[in-house]
C-alpha cells in the first residue's frame, strides 16, 4: 500500500457512489435527493480522471468528459432547483411522496 | 507511507466523511454543508493528481454555484433549524442492504482485475491544450459538444424562468 495507484482511485469513487445511492434511497426530501445525486456525478468524474490518468496519460478524453459532466450537473441542478421552488409554493412541501401531484 | 499517499489517504477521508453526514444527517442545513467539504475534498483530489484546470472549474461550478444554490433554496423552502424525520428502519435496512451487496459485487469485480498500465508519456493536460482541443473542429476535437452543451445550458436557463416564474394570477 505504499504506491496509490488506479485500485485505490476507484475504491474511492466506488465507496463515493454508493454513499450517494443509500442517500438516494433513503431520504424523502427533493433537496437531500439533489445532493445525492451530485455525489453520484462527482464519483464518476473521478473514475474518468483515475482511468485517463492511469490507462491513458497521451490522451486528454477523461478530462473532457468531466468537464461536460460538470456542465450538465449545472444545469440539472438548476432546472431541479426551479421545479422544488415551484412545488414548494403550490404544496408548502418538498417532500417526494407529495410530489406525485406533479403527474395530475 | 510516503507523504503523496498520506495526503490522498486524508483527502479520501475527507470525501467520504462529508458525503456519510450529508446523506445522514438529520438537518438539512448541516447536510448541505457536509456536502460543501465533501466536494471540496473532491476539488484537492483533483490537485493530488494534478489536474488543475479541473479542479478550479470544480470549485467554481458546485462550491461556488450548486452548494450556494442549494442553500439559497433550502433557505426559500423551509426553516432550517428544523430537524428531518428520521427515515423507516424499514426503508434504511433494505437500502443498506441494497446498497451493501451492490457495493461488494463491484469491489470484488474490481480487485479481480488487473489493470494493465500504460507506457505511453504522458500529455500535458495544460489549460491552453484544453481549450485548443476544445475549439477544434479536426478529428477527436470537441467543437461540437462544446456548441450541444452551450444550447444546454441555454435552454435550462429558460427552462428555469419559465418553472419559477410567478405571474400575477398565481396565488
Known amino acids: 500500500m505504499n504506491q496509490?495507484?488506479?485500485?485505490?482511485?476507484?475504491?474511492?469513487?466506488?465507496?463515493?457512489?454508493?454513499?450517494?445511492?443509500?442517500?438516494?434511497?433513503?431520504r424523502r426530501n427533493l433537496i437531500v435527493m439533489l445532493m445525492s445525486v451530485e455525489l453520484?456525478?462527482?464519483?464518476?468524474?473521478?473514475?474518468?480522471?483515475a482511468f485517463n490518468k492511469y490507462l491513458f496519460p497521451g490522451k486528454m478524453e477523461g478530462v473532457f468528459f468531466s468537464i461536460f459532466i460538470i456542465a450538465i450537473?449545472?444545469?440539472?441542478?438548476?432546472?431541479a432547483i426551479a421545479i422544488i421552488i415551484n412545488l414548494y409554493r403550490r404544496h408548502k412541501s418538498i417532500d417526494v411522496e407529495d410530489a406525485?401531484?406533479?403527474k395530475d | 507511507m510516503s507523504v503523496h499517499s498520506l495526503i490522498f489517504y486524508l483527502i479520501a477521508a475527507l470525501i467520504l466523511g462529508g458525503g456519510f453526514m450529508a446523506v445522514?444527517?438529520?438537518?438539512?442545513?448541516?447536510?448541505?454543508?457536509?456536502?460543501?467539504?465533501?466536494?471540496?475534498?473532491?476539488?484537492?483530489?483533483?490537485?493530488?493528481?494534478?489536474?488543475?484546470?479541473?479542479?478550479?472549474?470544480?470549485i467554481i461550478v458546485y462550491v461556488g454555484g450548486i452548494v450556494v444554490l442549494i442553500i439559497f433554496s433550502i433557505f426559500l423552502t423551509q426553516t432550517a433549524s428544523l430537524d428531518m424525520p428520521r427515515p423507516k428502519l424499514n426503508r434504511r435496512?433494505?437500502?443498506?442492504?441494497?446498497?451493501?451487496?451492490?457495493?461488494?459485487?463491484?469491489?470484488t469485480t474490481l480487485l479481480q482485475h488487473t489493470f494493465l498500465p500504460s507506457l505511453e508519456p504522458a500529455a500535458e493536460v495544460s489549460v491552453s491544450a484544453i481549450g485548443l482541443k476544445m475549439l477544434s473542429v479536426e478529428e477527436g476535437g470537441y467543437a461540437l459538444p462544446f456548441e450541444v452543451v452551450s444550447i444546454l445550458l441555454l435552454a435550462a436557463?429558460?427552462?428555469c424562468i419559465v418553472i419559477a416564474i410567478k405571474t400575477p394570477g398565481d396565488k
Open chain 1, 73 to 79: 450537473a449545472a444545469a440539472e441542478a438548476a432546472v
Open chain 2, 24 to 58: 445522514t444527517s438529520r438537518k438539512i442545513f448541516r447536510s448541505a454543508v457536509y456536502l460543501l467539504f465533501s466536494l471540496i475534498g473532491i476539488a484537492g483530489l483533483y490537485f493530488w493528481m494534478e489536474y488543475e484546470f479541473l479542479a478550479a472549474v470544480q
Open chain 1, 100 to 102: 406525485e401531484v406533479m
Open chain 1, 40 to 49: 453520484l456525478l462527482n464519483s464518476v468524474n473521478i473514475n474518468f480522471l
Open chain 2, 93 to 107: 435496512l433494505f437500502a443498506g442492504l441494497a446498497v451493501l451487496c451492490g457495493f461488494l459485487l463491484t469491489l
Open chain 1, 4 to 26: 496509490i495507484g488506479l485500485t485505490e482511485l476507484l475504491i474511492l469513487s466506488t465507496t463515493l457512489f454508493f454513499i450517494g445511492i443509500y442517500g438516494f434511497l433513503t
Open chain 2, 157 to 159: 436557463m429558460i427552462g
